[in-house]
C-alpha cells in the first residue's frame, strides 16, 4: 500500500511512518475519539475491514497519556524487529484504538516454495531471529495474515494463505512465543493485492505474510497505570 497516497481528510488526522522507528506519541487522540478515528484510518488504508481489525482483541479507548507512552514501547518493539529480521519489511501503522502498532510483512518467495505452505530453512532461521522480539515482549498481541497472488482460484488460494499463516505461527510458537500472543490468524488469499498481479514482480510482491503486533491488555493497563502517576 502506498501511505503518501492517503488523502488529505486522512493526513489530517494521522500520518502514518513507514520503515521508521521514531519516538512520538502512540494515539491520535484520547478517549472513544481514539478508536473512532483508529477505525476510519484503518478503513482507509486497508480499503475493508482487516485493517480496523488489527488491535480489535482490546476493544479499549486510551487517553493520550498512556497512548504515549504505549508509542514509545511500540517505537522499541520496532526497532528489535528491524534489528534482528533481514529480509523483511517493518512499518510503524496504528491499530484500531488509535495506538501505534508494528507491521512486519514478510516475503513468502522467502517464506515459502511456490504453491507450499512448508517453512525452508533459511526462513526458520529469519523467524527464529523475529520470535526473540515477540519472547522479550509478552504484553504484545500479534496477529498473522497469509495472501497470495491472483494465480488460481479461491478454493487453492484461501487455504494455501491460512496454511502459510498457520505455519509461521507454529514455528514461532516452537521458539517459546507465548500462545496466548496470537489473537487472528486468518488467509486472506487474492482479495488484497499491494501490487500488479499482471507481472512477475508484482505477484512475487503479493505473496506475503503480514505479522502486527499491538499493544495487549497488560502493556495498556501498565501504560495506563504509569500516566496517572
Do not use: W
Not at 149 to 156: A, L, P, V
Not at 161 to 190: D, H, M
Request: one cysteine or more; aromatic letters at 6%.
Amino acid at each position: 500500500m502506498n501511505i503518501q497516497k492517503i488523502g488529505a481528510f486522512a493526513l489530517s488526522l494521522l500520518l502514518l511512518t513507514g520503515c521508521q522507528t521514531k519516538q512520538g506519541t502512540g494515539t491520535i487522540a484520547g478517549g472513544a475519539a481514539g478508536a473512532v478515528v483508529g477505525g476510519i484510518i484503518g478503513n482507509i488504508i486497508g480499503k475493508d475491514s482487516k485493517a480496523t481489525a488489527i488491535g480489535a482483541a482490546i476493544g479499549t479507548a486510551v487517553g493520550a497519556g498512556a497512548g504515549n507512552i504505549i508509542g514509545k514501547r511500540m517505537d522499541k518493539v520496532a526497532a528489535e524487529a528491524a534489528a534482528q529480521v533481514q529480509n523483511a519489511t517493518v512499518e510503524e501503522v496504528t491499530d484500531a484504538n488509535g495506538l501505534k502498532a508494528v507491521k512486519v510483512t514478510f516475503d513468502t518467495g522467502i517464506l515459502f516454495a511456490s504453491n507450499k505452505a512448508t517453512l525452508n530453512d533459511k526462513s526458520k532461521t529469519e523467524l527464529a531471529k523475529f520470535s526473540k522480539v515477540l519472547v522479550a515482549h509478552p504484553d504484545v498481541y500479534v496477529d498473522v495474515y497469509g495472501h497470495t497472488d491472483s494465480t488460481g482460484n479461491d478454493g487453492i488460494n484461501i487455504p494455501l494463505s491460512n496454511n502459510r499463516a498457520q505455519a509461521v505461527v507454529t514455528f514461532l510458537k516452537s521458539c517459546g512465543v507465548n500462545a496466548g500472543q496470537f489473537k487472528y490468524v486468518v488467509g486472506k488469499g487474492s482479495e488484497e493485492p499491494v501490487a500488479d498481479n499482471a507481472t512477475s514482480a508484482g505477484r512475487q510482491a503479493n505473496r506475503r505474510v503480514e505479522v502486527y503486533l499491538y499493544a495487549g491488555q497488560e502493556m495498556i493497563d501498565s501504560a495506563y497505570a504509569e500516566s496517572v502517576q
